[in-house]
T-cell receptor, first 114, second 111 residues
Framework: EAQVTQNPRYLITVTGKKLTVTCSQNMNHEYMSWYRQDPGLGLRQIYYSMNVEVTDKGDVPEGYKVSRKEKRNFPLILESPSPNQTSLYFC?????????????FGPGTRLTVL | DQQVKQNSPSLSVQEGRISILNCDYTNSMFDYFLWYKKYPAEGPTFLISISSIKDKNEDGRFTVFLNKSAKHLSLHIVPSQPGDSAVYFCAAIGGSYIPTFGRGTSLIVHP
């Protein structure tokens, strides 16, 4: 089954404790990205990757890191999480850039930073 | 400043009737538009899209209309079904690879 998986689905942590949210896709997609969704706001892109070893900032990259060492994986790293990073996070992938390709989203990771 | 606006946070419709969800944008560089549907505890799923060279795209019960001069697009669902109850996001893409999403409209279809 074609899918995007994220782990963990739920995470409660404390300020400053480094964490990683994993994302994996099995569709051989070139493009992957991370979004956050906050109450009353739409999805905002954090980082995206056009291909292996190619990543770039989205609209809200501050406080986040990503890596793309393999085509299928695109982990999101919070080196020193803060309460304002409490949010719902979605990973997404598409065959190519999202301009003409639908994105497939993972189920989401609900992160709470205390 | 919001570049993609969905001014109605919620919409309630009777089953069998038409649902019309609206989206306005400000950036004239946007040339591709998409609608995503999201159920609770799930990720968004792609619904339908339209290129700026068209003014209408249809897929079954779903039709998207684009009015470039008004910078307005709308999603029509006919007939509406209870399973259509979800949050609908409008998204726009321009010269960059970064889609801009609206805040979403929660659609409730009553049986």
């Amino acid at each position: 089954e074609a899918q995007v998986t994220q782990n963990p689905r739920y995470l409660i942590t404390v300020t400053g404790k480094k964490l990683t949210v994993t994302c994996s896709q099995n569709m051989n997609h070139e493009y992957m990205s991370w979004y956050r969704q906050d109450p009353g706001l739409g999805l905002r892109q954090i980082y995206y990757s056009m291909n292996v070893e190619v990543t770039d900032k989205g609209d809200v990259p501050e406080g986040y890191k990503v890596s793309r060492k393999e085509k299928r994986n695109f982990p999101l790293i919070l080196e020193s999480p803060s309460p304002n990073q409490t949010s719902l996070y979605f990973c997404a992938s598409s065959e190519d850039q999202p301009s003409y390709n639908e994105q497939f989203f993972g189920p989401g990771t609900r992160l709470t930073v205390l | 400043d919001q570049q993609v606006k969905q001014n109605s946070p919620s919409l309630s419709v009777q089953e069998g009737r038409i649902s019309i969800l609206n989206c306005d944008y400000t950036n004239s560089m946007f040339d591709y538009f998409l609608w995503y549907k999201k159920y609770p505890a799930e990720g968004p799923t792609f619904l339908i899209s339209i290129s700026s060279i068209k003014d209408k795209n249809e897929d079954g019960r779903f039709t998207v209309f684009l009015n470039k001069s008004a910078k307005h697009l709308s999603l029509h669902i006919v007939p509406s079904q209870p399973g259509d109850s979800a949050v609908y996001f409008c998204a726009a893409i321009g010269g960059s690879y970064i889609p801009t999403f609206g805040r979403g409209t929660s659609l409730i279809v009553h049986p």
